[in-house]
Structure formats: structure tokens, C-alpha cells
């Protein structure tokens, strides 16, 4: 019949691509530039990589000391993060491709 669809043999990369979520050179470069632009943000807070707990403890140990200025900071970098998040998000909601369908 013309409308039977026929499962074809996978082949053997098939699985690494279906684990990894793309071809490994192509994933390699995202979770190479998402780990630079992370460094940038961690970098911006305060963090250092070769002393990541120090430094998690220092974060929280300025918090606790900015008191209830703390939520005024979180609030204008939830802001500010969420005037490009927000309508990115929007967008690619409205014009992107239906999911499951």
C-alpha cells in the first residue's frame, strides 16, 4: 500500500545522535560557547573558578550582608535579564514550529 510507512535499520550513529541531541562536533560547540557565556555571568557575580567554594561562600556572605537591599538587587537583574528574555521567549512561541503535532 502506498500510505504504509516502513521502519528503515537504524544505523549505527544514530543513537549517539539521538543521545547527544545533534552531531557530537555540533554539540561540542554549543556546550562550548554556553560555557563561556555562563563564565562571563559567573565572573560578573564574583565567582572564581579556582576557588569555587570560597567564592560561593563569599556570594552568600555579601548577601546576607546587604540585608534587604539584596532584593532590590535581585529585582533589577530580574529586570533587566527579563526585558530580552521575556519577549524571545514570546516570539519564539508565536512564529516558532508546532511541538508535538
Known sequence: MPDD???LPASQNDGL???LGGSPLS???RLILLSILVGVVLAAVGFDPWNIIHSIRLLFQRLWD???DTINWLWRYFLLGAVIVI???LLSRLFGTPRGR
Open 27 to 29: 554539540v561540542a560547540f
Open 87 to 89: 519577549p524571545v521567549w
Open 17 to 19: 545522535y539521538r543521545f
Open 5 to 7: 510507512v516502513r521502519d
Open 66 to 68: 546587604l540585608g534587604f
